[in-house]
């Protein structure tokens, strides 16, 4: 299947700066990906669409300007956390999708704001 | 408001039964996955059904659209540990989108 990465896997930040998030497609061009956020044995929350060349789509409730996306190539969408707060503590996953009916996922980012 | 309902979200089972994780919705899909997760990790696709009273079968798990698009099911026959995890269906509307249903947290006792 697809191989979708993620970096970094794990990272710790404090309240107030800034985290950027990468999402790659290793051997496929995605001109569609997806950012979802998971809390602790809770599914997977659709955050926002992020389209290759065009503004991100968000999900209602989630603050654009507080998770910034950008998708400039066909293989990489970045997640940029701004002034991150602990309640923003999560596990972040981005997806790509690959024909019509199905996505492949990243490993997923563990991000701790102390 | 979740858009997909599972059922149930917490399951323990004995080591060789059988069991059926149920994925609801009053939604009409264009497909549905089902994913299982490890803790710690991305989901992982084990199968995308697309026509309405389609039924896949992937070894022991069995996966079923409903005839209207709205639900489905996952059937695991004689369970093994290696069976742990988080089972998740997805659904994509007609937009671009996909969501996710609320998870089954599946745990097989040797």
């Known amino acids: 299947g697809a191989v979708v990465s993620q970096h970094p896997s794990r990272v710790i930040c404090k309240s107030g700066t800034s985290v950027k998030i990468e999402c790659r497609s290793l051997d496929f061009q995605a001109t569609t990906m997806f950012w979802y956020r998971q809390f602790p044995k809770q599914s997977l929350m659709l955050m926002a669409t992020?389209?290759?060349?065009?503004?991100?789509?968000?999900e209602q409730g989630v603050e654009k300007d507080k998770f910034l996306i950008n998708h400039a190539s066909l293989t990489l969408s970045t997640l940029t956390v701004t002034s991150a707060h602990p309640e923003d503590s999560s596990f972040y996953i981005c997806?790509?999708?690959?024909?019509?009916?199905?996505?492949?996922f990243g490993p997923g980012t563990r991000l701790t704001v102390t | 408001t979740q858009l997909l309902e599972q059922s149930p979200q917490f399951l323990s089972i004995q080591e060789g039964e059988n069991l059926t994780v149920y994925c609801n919705s009053s939604s009409v899909f264009s497909s549905l996955q089902w994913y299982r997760q490890e803790p710690g990790e991305g989901p992982v696709l084990l199968v995308t059904v697309v026509t309405g009273g389609e039924v896949k079968k992937l070894k022991r798990l069995t996966f079923q659209f409903g005839d209207a698009r709205k639900d489905s099911s996952l059937h695991i026959t004689a369970a093994q540990p290696g069976d742990t995890g988080l089972y998740l269906c997805a659904g994509a509307l007609t937009g671009n989108q996909f969501y996710f249903g609320t998870g089954t947290s599946l745990t097989v006792i040797p």
């Open positions: 992020s389209n290759e060349g065009s503004k991100a789509t968000y």
């Open positions: 997806s790509a999708r690959v024909g019509m009916y199905e996505q492949y």
